[in-house]
Antibody, heavy 121, light 107 residues
Framework: EVQLVESGGGVVQPGGSLRLSCAASGFTFSSYSMNWVRQAPGKGLEWVSYINYSGHTTYYADSVKGRFTISRDNAENLLYLQMDSLRDEDTAVYHC??????????????WGQGALVTVSS | AIRITQSPSSLSASTGDRVTITCRASQDVSSYFAWYQQKPGKAPNLLIYATSSLQSGVPSRFSGSGSGTNFTLTISCLQSDDFATYYCQQYYYYPRTFGQGTEVEVK
């Protein structure tokens, strides 16, 4: 069974940093691309970032480009999101999500329950 | 970025009703289009991928259609478990944009 479990959420002041982790199990982690998707309170889904299976290719939403960094450790089956220069509008539940397939174009087939990040002074 | 316009933003329906939700992409995204269901406090769940392919375990009352820029999710006979919020998404271009969501409420 595919399982994705996020950790590292919390309260941080504007301008601060936080690192989220996502522990993956139940599949060959190194074979699948991964994503982060966030949802602000009462709002819709916003795709944040993508990393391919090897970690060599990454993409970001314009809203986080230059502030967030996605990475992965295939030996430890871990996905990360380093979030710097945090703003009030980054407050959200952050979900990690696995591509459904190993192909270049793939929907998001499996999701974690999410980690809440609150940016507030 | 590709803009996805989803409509309606909410709808009221009764069990047994046929429900249709539409999404329009600002550019051709081929068939790389998906639909997700989300219930309060839960993670989204993939329903449909590649425009019309049913994800494993999803009831056959859900179906998807369309191509290019216009896509539709249909629930043929609404069940009590289907009252939720539905999102569409294109995954042809980065960023992988979502629609704004459609809340399906009890009439």
């Amino acid at each position: 069974e595919v399982q994705l479990v996020e950790s590292g959420g919390g309260v941080v002041q504007p301008g601060g940093s936080l690192r989220l982790s996502c522990a993956a199990s139940g599949f060959t982690f190194s074979s699948y691309s991964m994503n982060w998707v966030r949802q602000a309170p009462g709002k819709g889904l916003e795709w944040v970032s993508y990393i391919n299976y090897s970690g060599h290719t990454t993409y970001y939403a314009d809203s986080v480009k230059g502030r967030f960094t996605i990475s992965r450790d295939n030996a430890e089956n871990l996905l990360y999101l380093q979030m710097d220069s945090l703003r009030d509008e980054d407050t959200a539940v952050y979900h990690c999500a696995r591509d459904l397939s190993g192909y270049s174009y793939s929907s998001l087939g499996y999701w974690g329950q999410g980690a809440l990040v609150t940016v507030s002074s | 970025a590709i803009r996805i316009t989803q409509s309606p933003s909410s709808l009221s329906a009764s069990t047994g009703d046929r429900v249709t939700i539409t999404c329009r992409a600002s550019q051709d995204v081929s068939s790389y289009f998906a639909w997700y269901q989300q219930k309060p406090g839960k993670a989204p769940n993939l329903l449909i991928y590649a425009t019309s392919s049913l994800q494993s375990g999803v009831p056959s009352r859900f179906s998807g259609s369309g191509s290019g820029t216009n896509f539709t999710l249909t629930i043929s006979c609404l069940q009590s478990d289907d009252f939720a919020t539905y999102y569409c998404q294109q995954y042809y271009y980065y960023p992988r944009t979502f629609g704004q969501g459609t809340e399906v409420e009890v009439k």
